[in-house]
């Protein structure tokens, strides 16, 4: 149960006013501070999503609770976005960034700001935070970036393992279109909201044609990626993850790179959410209060114990059954003084068996879950065992008290304890022995927690590209019919496994749709001679670690009106038997209609649809369309926006088509189509 806190050691004010930028453009802001004559320190919340409506409730949360405590808290949305002069552009880019300094640098020279300066967000606000800490403006002394990403190209929503992330890159690039299309709002943006927003629509460009055209990790990731550059970050850095969010392993590459005397890193068992946030799963923590005495020991100097908590609190989830809804999770946390920690082992594991061919119908993958879990329903991965079928399996077993325990496929016991938990924390990795059937393809590695039962959880995956398998930078073809190695990493994670179950090993050659299919089929041949998993075997230790309970600021008073809609489902799974068709419709009720305290109806919608035959990679195609509708009653300000985005391919390229229908009122205002084919060069 998260407090409402409404008493603060400040009383508080907020205004909205518009931050200049160097060419003129004015960026919109919205402004907390104390009421008091003293300077204080600004702390940056910097992205895209419209702080009129989108983010509002959210803002509210934890903007007021910074400023009751001293501190002037400001949410800004970067250009072309929102109430925000200018026109959008590409995730990131040099632009967004270079704006981002100029309103740090431009806070530090208020009369109301000490010259202190830090930076918050989540996932894209995250994300930037790292970028512009990169760039070193001097006020910015410390950040705190949550469920973010230092790595675009490896891991972010575009590419993984080097093949197209077909469940994160067509629908990122589909929201991003619709989000880029919405006007700015006449209550705050005046008489010339409308010439604002023709003028953006005259500039809407779709982003996936240039994320497509980019296949390899080239220039155009590397360029502002802090994977690169974590050497030139001088702000101090709180790192926090979530084991069901995808982008966890910022975290672990921050605390291991960067100087242990400005960095912490947190891992909980959360979702793509704040941690002190509802949406299961949980338990959440007193994130706030956390960030808090961050912010009072890099920006005011302020002589706590902040630095001396360990380098890193992880939480190790229990096994768990499998379930695609997040509840309150079973587990404990524990903590690490550096890393690679001295408590984690990494032990390899021979595979074992005779070769086997692994050629996955193409709709492997269906059971993998959202790619973005955001605590909605059918977030989570059902039951693994489908998915194991159509896998090559390997399995360890945890050894009971008294010894023994059965021989898995894979053979051999893990672990050297007899009756005890098998702890992992870590990225686990595989080597494995590979010939290739075809020139293109890709390997999928999952290790899953299998109950005596037989249920399978899934734990944690991770993918290569088969022409990656040099590198992300370059794409080779397979050479068909010689044996290679292929080694790669699967997403880091906190896990015990318990006695008298089974560690397995699922290898697939297929994973649709969280990975766009290669064009040719065949899979390929696994031998378990020469093929392991290593494991992160971590010691266990006794832990003390303690957050506070979650509080948040007074709630903004956002009601959401009743319908008498019929509820669709969250994630439908959808079989053509005489086709040979699967069809995943992914169509989470995102907010539905809220209606704001200034009047503000805002509604949006969105469902995904991915579609597959089972036996035809070239038939794979996705399919986004958004709905969204800003309406004012007291003023009659009704705008509606449409979009459509599709992908399909051949075995030479990409199709994309993209459309987008603006209306205000009954006005068709914007209506344009656009039409891509972009070469499959590895991707």
């Given at each position: 149960?998260?407090?409402?806190?409404?008493?603060?050691?400040?009383?508080?004010?907020?205004?909205?006013?518009?931050?200049?930028?160097?060419?003129?453009?004015?960026?919109?802001?919205?402004?907390?501070?104390?009421?008091?004559?003293?300077?204080?320190?600004?702390?940056?919340?910097?992205?895209?999503?419209?702080?009129?409506?989108?983010?509002?409730?959210?803002?509210?949360?934890?903007?007021?609770?910074?400023?009751?405590?001293?501190?002037?808290?400001?949410?800004?949305?970067?250009?072309?976005?929102?109430?925000?002069?200018?026109?959008?552009?590409?995730?990131?880019?040099?632009?967004?960034?270079?704006?981002?300094?100029?309103?740090?640098?431009?806070?530090?020279?208020?009369?109301?700001?000490?010259?202190?300066?830090?930076?918050?967000?989540?996932?894209?606000?995250?994300?930037?935070?790292?970028?512009?800490?990169?760039?070193?403006?001097?006020?910015?002394?410390?950040?705190?970036?949550?469920?973010?990403?230092?790595?675009?190209?490896?891991?972010?929503?575009?590419?993984?393992?080097?093949?197209?992330?077909?469940?994160?890159?067509?629908?990122?690039?589909?929201?991003?279109?619709?989000?880029?299309?919405?006007?700015?709002?006449?209550?705050?943006?005046?008489?010339?909201?409308?010439a604002m927003w023709l003028e953006r629509l005259a500039a809407l460009?779709?982003?996936?044609?240039?994320?497509?055209?980019?296949?390899?990790?080239?220039?155009?990731?590397?360029?502002?990626?802090?994977?690169?550059?974590?050497?030139?970050?001088?702000?101090?850095?709180?790192?926090?993850?979530?084991?069901?969010?995808?982008?966890?392993?910022?975290?672990?590459?921050?605390?291991?790179?960067?100087?242990?005397?400005?960095?912490?890193?947190?891992?909980?068992?959360?979702?793509?959410?704040?941690?002190?946030?509802?949406?299961?799963?949980?338990?959440?923590?007193?994130?706030?209060?956390?960030?808090?005495?961050?912010?009072?020991?890099?920006?005011?100097?302020?002589?706590?114990?902040?630095?001396?908590?360990?380098?890193?609190?992880?939480?190790?989830?229990?096994?768990?059954?499998?379930?695609?809804?997040?509840?309150?999770?079973?587990?404990?946390?524990?903590?690490?003084?550096?890393?690679?920690?001295?408590?984690?082992?990494?032990?390899?594991?021979?595979?074992?068996?005779?070769?086997?061919?692994?050629?996955?119908?193409?709709?492997?993958?269906?059971?993998?879950?959202?790619?973005?879990?955001?605590?909605?329903?059918?977030?989570?991965?059902?039951?693994?065992?489908?998915?194991?079928?159509?896998?090559?399996?390997?399995?360890?077993?945890?050894?009971?008290?008294?010894?023994?325990?059965?021989?898995?496929?894979?053979?051999?016991?893990?672990?050297?304890?007899?009756?005890?938990?098998?702890?992992?924390?870590?990225?686990?990795?595989?080597?494995?022995?590979?010939?290739?059937?075809?020139?293109?393809?890709?390997?999928?590695?999952?290790?899953?927690?299998?109950?005596?039962?037989?249920?399978?959880?899934?734990?944690?995956?991770?993918?290569?590209?088969?022409?990656?398998?040099?590198?992300?930078?370059?794409?080779?073809?397979?050479?068909?019919?010689?044996?290679?190695?292929?080694?790669?990493?699967?997403?880091?994670?906190?896990?015990?496994?318990?006695?008298?179950?089974?560690?397995?090993?699922?290898?697939?050659s297929a994973y649709w749709p969280w990975l766009w299919p290669q064009?040719?089929?065949?899979?390929?041949?696994?031998?378990?001679?020469?093929?392991?998993?290593?494991?992160?075997?971590?010691?266990?230790?006794?832990?003390?670690?303690?957050?506070?309970?979650?509080?948040?600021?007074?709630?903004?008073?956002?009601?959401?009106?009743?319908?008498?809609?019929?509820?669709?489902?969250?994630?439908?799974?959808?079989?053509?038997?005489?086709?040979?068709?699967?069809?995943?419709?992914?169509?989470?009720?995102?907010?539905?209609?809220?209606?704001?305290?200034?009047?503000?109806?805002?509604?949006?919608?969105?469902?995904?649809?991915?579609?597959?035959?089972?036996?035809?990679?070239?038939?794979?195609?996705?399919?986004?369309?958004?709905?969204?509708?800003?309406?004012?009653?007291?003023?009659?300000?009704?705008?509606?926006?449409?979009t459509r985005s599709e992908i399909t391919c051949d075995a030479d390229?990409?199709?994309?088509?993209?459309?987008?229908?603006?209306?205000?009122?009954?006005?068709?205002?914007?209506?344009?189509?656009?039409?891509?084919?972009?070469?499959?060069?590895?991707?």
């Amino acid at each position: 149960m998260t407090k409402i806190r409404t008493d603060f050691p400040y009383d508080t004010r907020h205004e909205d006013l518009r931050i200049p930028l160097p060419d003129g453009t004015g960026l919109y802001a919205r402004v907390w501070r104390p009421l008091t004559d003293t300077p204080v320190p600004a702390l940056l919340e910097y992205l895209p999503y419209r702080l009129t409506d989108r983010t509002a409730a959210r803002d509210w949360q934890r903007h007021p609770w910074y400023a009751g405590h001293g501190y002037a808290s400001v949410r800004v949305d970067v250009r072309g976005h929102g109430n925000s002069e200018g026109l959008p552009g590409d995730a990131y880019d040099a632009v967004e960034l270079a704006d981002g300094v100029a309103v740090v640098e431009w806070l530090a020279a208020q009369t109301w700001c000490d010259g202190n300066v830090g930076m918050l967000g989540i996932g894209w606000g995250g994300s930037n935070s790292l970028r512009i800490a990169a760039l070193a403006p001097a006020p910015l002394k410390a950040v705190v970036t949550v469920c973010s990403t230092d790595d675009r190209y490896d891991d972010g929503t575009y590419y993984l393992g080097g093949s197209v992330l077909a469940a994160g890159m067509p629908a990122w690039a589909a929201t991003l279109l619709a989000f880029a299309a919405r006007p700015p709002d006449p209550r705050y943006a005046g008489e010339k909201w409308r010439a604002m927003w023709l003028e953006r629509l005259a500039a809407l460009r779709p982003f996936l044609p240039t994320w497509l055209a980019h296949q390899t990790r080239d220039d155009y990731w590397r360029r502002g990626n802090v994977r690169e550059s974590h050497s030139a970050i001088r702000a101090a850095v709180l790192a926090v993850g979530g084991r069901h969010d995808p982008y966890r392993d910022t975290v672990l590459r921050l605390v291991e790179h960067l100087p242990q005397d400005r960095v912490r890193g947190i891992i909980g068992p959360w979702s793509h959410q704040y941690p002190d946030r509802g949406p299961t799963p949980g338990p959440a923590i007193g994130f706030l209060q956390e960030t808090l005495r961050w912010w009072d020991h890099h920006l005011k100097g302020v002589d706590n114990d902040v630095m001396a908590e360990p380098l890193l609190r992880s939480w190790i989830s229990a096994s768990h059954p499998p379930a695609t809804v997040g509840e309150e999770s079973a587990g404990r946390w524990v903590t690490d003084p550096a890393w690679p920690s001295p408590h984690v082992t990494p032990v390899a594991y021979a595979l074992r068996g005779v070769p086997v061919v692994v050629d996955s119908p193409q709709h492997t993958g269906l059971d993998a879950g959202r790619f973005l879990p955001c605590g909605d329903d059918g977030d989570l991965p059902p039951d693994q065992r489908a998915e194991d079928a159509y896998s090559a399996c390997f399995d360890f077993p945890v050894p009971e008290a008294g010894g023994g325990g059965e021989a898995g496929w894979g053979g051999g016991e893990v672990g050297d304890r007899h009756g005890a938990a098998i702890e992992i924390l870590g990225r686990p990795a595989v080597r494995l022995s590979l010939r290739a059937h075809a020139p293109t393809g890709q390997v999928v590695a999952r290790l899953c927690d299998v109950a005596p039962d037989g249920t399978s959880t899934l734990v944690t995956r991770g993918a290569l590209n088969l022409s990656a398998r040099y590198g992300r930078d370059r794409a080779v073809e397979a050479d068909v019919g010689a044996w290679e190695d292929y080694v790669f990493e699967l997403s880091g994670i906190g896990h015990a496994f318990p006695p008298g179950h089974r560690i397995r090993l699922a290898v697939s050659s297929a994973y649709w749709p969280w990975l766009w299919p290669q064009p040719d089929t065949g899979g390929f041949t696994l031998d378990p001679a020469g093929s392991s998993l290593t494991l992160p075997l971590r010691a266990r230790t006794e832990d003390a670690v303690e957050f506070g309970e979650p509080e948040q600021a007074a709630p903004l008073g956002v009601s959401r009106p009743a319908t008498l809609e019929e509820p669709r489902p969250e994630r439908l799974v959808v079989r053509d038997v005489a086709r040979g068709e699967w069809r995943l419709e992914d169509g989470p009720r995102r907010a539905g209609t809220r209606v704001h305290p200034d009047g503000l109806e805002f509604t949006e919608d969105a469902v995904e649809t991915y579609t597959i035959g089972e036996k035809d990679p070239l038939s794979a195609r996705t399919r986004s369309r958004w709905s969204i509708r800003l309406h004012r009653p007291e003023t009659a300000w009704d705008v509606r926006i449409e979009t459509r985005s599709e992908i399909t391919c051949d075995a030479d390229a990409f199709l994309t088509s993209d459309e987008v229908v603006c209306r205000e009122g009954e006005e068709v205002v914007f209506h344009r189509t656009w039409e891509e084919r972009i070469p499959r060069t590895a991707g």
